[in-house]
């Protein structure tokens, strides 16, 4: 199928839920590499009226045993991916207790919001639960980061996580006076006022 349509129906389907397909350009330019690469070629070019010409595309024998050795890897093997957030929870301590459990309670609800949109889509009726594996696994992450996240919250609440400058000074200086990794400081650090 060409482009436009193909993006039209990764979207019907919800795989954009966990592919990203990008503006129409990006995908156009995506197509673009993988035919300089080989891995698919174009299969007939077509227009109707005065409509923009369509360019339909199919796999080579070589893009297919891509695809199915990229396949075999991705459903076999874990791999380390950064995304944003844990590389943001990893430096709070560089933001006040206050606007931090701000933010996560926002998050909370976005997640919440999320969560509530994926159990929709799992609740469509007639579609087979092999078609509907991604969203499992999105809605399992999605409800396990929402309870890791709720978590927090109530312990940013409870004052169980909390954190002042004079604290990160005191550690900072600690842990150069006595050569020690920061990492062995964890817990050094106490609910504010004690």
Aim: overall charge negative; some cysteine.
């Amino acid at each position: 199928m060409h482009p436009y349509r193909t993006q039209q129906l990764l979207k019907a389907r919800g795989k954009d839920q966990v592919v990203n397909v990008g503006q129409r350009a990006s995908l156009y330019r995506t197509i673009d590499r993988l035919c300089r690469a080989g891995l698919i070629a174009v299969h007939e070019v077509s227009r109707e009226g005065a409509r923009p010409e369509r360019t339909a595309c199919s796999l080579t024998p070589q893009g297919r045993a891509t695809w199915r050795e990229w396949m075999l890897d991705a459903l076999a093997t874990p791999t380390k991916e950064y995304p944003a957030f844990p590389a943001a929870i990893a430096f709070i301590p560089m933001l006040p207790p206050q606007e931090v459990l701000r933010q996560l309670e926002r998050r909370h609800d976005l997640l919440g919001a999320e969560l509530a949109g994926i159990d929709a889509e799992l609740s469509a009726d007639g579609v087979p639960r092999l078609f509907m594996l991604e969203m499992e696994l999105l809605r399992a992450t999605t409800g396990a980061e929402l309870a890791w996240v709720a978590s927090v919250i109530e312990d940013l609440r409870a004052g169980v996580i909390a954190w002042s400058e004079d604290q990160l000074r005191a550690l900072a200086t600690a842990t150069q006076a006595d050569g020690r990794d920061p990492a062995e400081q964890h817990g050094t650090l106490s609910p504010a006022g004690e």
